[in-house]
């Protein structure tokens, strides 16, 4: 069975601090990893990684690829209240390219 | 604008009453997906269909029904045979083809509650 493990489950940071958000997966025809943002309704697409070792960088947010060790990290420096929200890592799969979803971090931050 | 739109808002069902969500795409992606969202549980694929006249069913198709007789269209209906359909149900396209993966884009959603 397809799994995506993302940690912390949660986490309350004050602005201006660094955070970094964990995703482990285990599936089968492994095709791409995706990070998602969550505010109230539909999740806005981050990045999507393809090739390990390769940083994406979209302003203050950046993430990383390691399949050999079948993980993803997601770093939000100089965090900002706008950046409270679920982040949402998806392993997609197959010729359909179907995403398996993590249960997401819930990240506060405080001013 | 070109999105994804999904409707209604909020929906509430009778018991052994079926609803069908609806999902349109003005965004010419061949694939749609329909997720569903439970708290604590991330979202989960119901049905995808990558082609017209074509889909698949997800992880937890039991009591969900679909059609895809247009490409921009992908309504889902859910049936009396869905035991507990209270969730939040999320829409998603994607441009498929060409060099690469391209990531899926989600709707807005539909919150549907049992009365």
């Known amino acids: 069975e397809d799994k995506v493990v993302q940690s912390p489950l949660s986490l309350v940071v004050h602005e201006g601090d660094t955070v970094t958000l964990n995703c482990s997966y285990e599936?089968?025809?492994?095709?791409?990893l995706l990070w998602y943002k969550q505010e109230k309704k539909a999740p806005t697409f981050l990045f999507m990684l393809t090739s390990s070792g390769i940083e994406k960088k979209s302003g203050r947010l950046s993430s990383i690829l390691d399949k050999k060790e079948l993980f993803s990290i997601l770093n939000i420096t100089a965090t900002q209240t706008g950046d409270s929200a679920v982040y949402l890592c998806a392993a997609g799969t197959g010729g359909g390219n179907k995403l398996t979803f993590g249960t997401g971090t819930q990240l506060k931050v405080e001013l | 604008d070109g999105g994804i739109t999904q409707s209604p808002k909020y929906l509430f069902r009778k018991e052994g009453q079926n609803v069908t969500l609806s999902c349109e795409q003005n965004?010419?992606?061949?694939?749609m997906y329909w997720y569903r969202q439970d708290p604590g549980q991330g979202l989960r694929l119901i049905y995808y269909s990558q082609i017209v006249n074509d889909f698949q069913k997800g992880d937890i198709a039991e009591g969900y029904s679909v059609s895809r007789e247009k490409k921009e269209s992908f309504p889902l209906t859910v049936t009396s045979a869905q035991k507990n359909p209270t969730a939040f149900y999320l829409c998603a396209s994607r441009r498929s083809g060409g060099l690469g993966n391209q990531p899926q884009h989600f709707g807005d959603g539909t919150r549907l509650s049992i009365l």
């Open positions: 599936v089968t025809n492994f095709r791409s």
């Open positions: 965004l010419n992606h061949d694939a």
